[in-house]
């Protein structure tokens, strides 16, 4: 697999120095990025695997507390987002056809990681969206020797007085070609540009958040609004197949922020109760973004990140 040079934004709050992206193509000819920091004496790789609505650049402060436990980082862009292809006419709207979709960008993803000859063992970093990915991947033989999980999609957090609309909606408007517009609610702008730090659901640190801001503002292209009907449903398909299926005998810890608002918090539970060797952690405090709080919050998880994966390999 032939990989070629791809943009890495460096000018807004950067990760470690060395960063680059390429381009790769996936099995259905669809075009992703993948971006790395590599280190040099690295003990192991983090395959970091983000959210919805998320990109490369998002992850470089993080990539820097990884690199800092000796451990390199190669993270992607979803197709759909970032900058890798995006699926609708609207590029604002998050789309995809079928959740296992992103699977194909996880296989292009590790093909890209081998051809960089990224050090091993691998281990599996998966927030939000990329919970969800991320744990269909292990289930299905990732070959990585341990997983963390945090605020992970494993279930979407929806009023019960709204669970049912938006079930019938994300079937019905598709039959009715509509299943490119977004659900009710939804916006076409980024979450942080369209809301205010106060309140916000995703972090408690003001820099943090004007670090999201701010890269988008420098680089518009890398923004996404709402999801589609048909990524909605898909959404709620894949989470509710996931939850029947045994988890795999791997070593995981869970990071979930105690005023957790987005994601569907009794699934996560039930998932970690039942996982083998897992582990649920609650960060007091935390919102959903655990890797993006402030130091006193996200310090303990990249130092229980570093007991994990290592843990792991000297076992």
Same mark, same amino acid.
């Given at each position: 697999?032939?990989?070629?040079?791809?943009?890495?934004?460096?000018?807004?709050?950067? +990760? #470690?120095?060395?960063?680059?992206?390429?381009?790769? !193509?996936?099995? !259905?000819?669809?075009?992703?990025?993948?971006?790395?920091?590599?280190?040099?004496?690295?003990? +192991?790789?983090?395959?970091?695997? #983000?959210?919805?609505?998320?990109?490369?650049?998002?992850?470089? /402060?993080?990539?820097?507390?990884?690199?800092? @436990?000796? $451990?390199?980082?190669?993270?992607?862009?979803?197709?759909?987002? *970032?900058?890798? !292809?995006? /699926? /609708?006419?609207?590029?604002?709207?998050?789309?995809?056809?079928?959740?296992?979709?992103?699977?194909?960008?996880?296989?292009?993803?590790? @093909?890209?990681?081998?051809?960089?000859?990224?050090?091993?063992?691998?281990? $599996?970093?998966?927030?939000?969206?990329? *919970?969800? %990915?991320? $744990?269909?991947?292990?289930?299905?033989? /990732?070959?990585?020797?341990?997983?963390?999980?945090?605020? #992970?999609?494993?279930?979407? @957090? %929806?009023?019960?007085?709204?669970?049912?609309?938006?079930?019938?909606?994300?079937?019905?408007?598709?039959?009715?070609?509509?299943?490119?517009?977004?659900?009710?609610?939804?916006?076409?702008?980024?979450?942080?540009?369209?809301?205010?730090?106060?309140?916000?659901?995703?972090?408690?640190?003001?820099?943090?958040?004007?670090?999201?801001?701010?890269?988008?503002?420098?680089?518009?292209?890398?923004?996404?609004?709402?999801?589609?009907?048909?990524? $909605?449903?898909?959404?709620?398909?894949?989470?509710?197949?996931?939850?029947? @299926? =045994?988890?795999?005998n791997l070593p995981c810890v869970t990071w979930l922020g105690s005023n957790e608002?987005?994601?569907?918090?009794?699934?996560?539970? =039930?998932?970690?109760?039942?996982?083998?060797?897992?582990?649920?952690? %609650?960060?007091?405090?935390?919102?959903?973004?655990?890797?993006?709080?402030?130091?006193?919050?996200?310090?303990?998880?990249? !130092?229980?990140?570093?007991?994990?994966?290592?843990?792991?390999?000297?076992?």
């Open positions: 697999m032939a990989l070629t040079p791809a943009p890495f934004f460096t000018d807004v709050h950067p +990760g #470690p120095a060395g960063g680059m992206a390429h381009w790769v !193509d996936t099995s !259905d000819n669809k075009r992703i990025r993948v971006g790395h920091w590599p280190l040099e004496g690295a003990k +192991g790789t983090v395959l970091l695997f #983000p959210g919805r609505t998320e990109y490369i650049e998002k992850y470089g /402060l993080a990539a820097t507390d990884l690199a800092a @436990r000796g $451990l390199g980082t190669i993270a992607i862009d979803w197709r759909g987002q *970032g900058l890798a !292809d995006r /699926l /609708l006419d609207d590029p604002r709207i998050g789309h995809v056809d079928a959740f296992s979709d992103y699977q194909k960008d996880v296989a292009a993803m590790l @093909r890209a990681a081998r051809e960089l000859g990224l050090p091993r063992p691998f281990f $599996l970093l998966a927030h939000s969206m990329g *919970g969800c %990915i991320g $744990l269909r991947a292990v289930m299905e033989g /990732l070959p990585v020797q341990a997983a963390a999980f945090t605020g #992970p999609m494993w279930g979407i @957090r %929806i009023a019960p007085h709204l669970r049912l609309m938006a079930s019938v909606l994300s079937h019905t408007m598709p039959r009715f070609g509509r299943g490119h517009l977004m659900p009710p609610g939804s916006k076409p702008e980024p979450y942080v540009l369209a809301e205010p730090f106060e309140d916000n659901m995703l972090t408690t640190d003001a820099q943090m958040y004007d670090m999201m801001r701010d890269q988008l503002a420098a680089h518009p292209e890398l923004s996404l609004g709402g999801p589609s009907f048909v990524w $909605l449903r898909e959404a709620l398909a894949e989470t509710t197949h996931l939850a029947q @299926r =045994a988890a795999p608002r987005i994601v569907d918090l009794p699934r996560i539970h =039930a998932r970690m109760d039942s996982w083998k060797g897992g582990r649920l952690e %609650i960060v007091e405090g935390g919102e959903h973004e655990v890797l993006m709080e402030t130091e006193t919050l996200r310090t303990p998880v990249f !130092d229980g990140l570093e007991k994990l994966f290592f843990g792991t390999v000297s076992a």
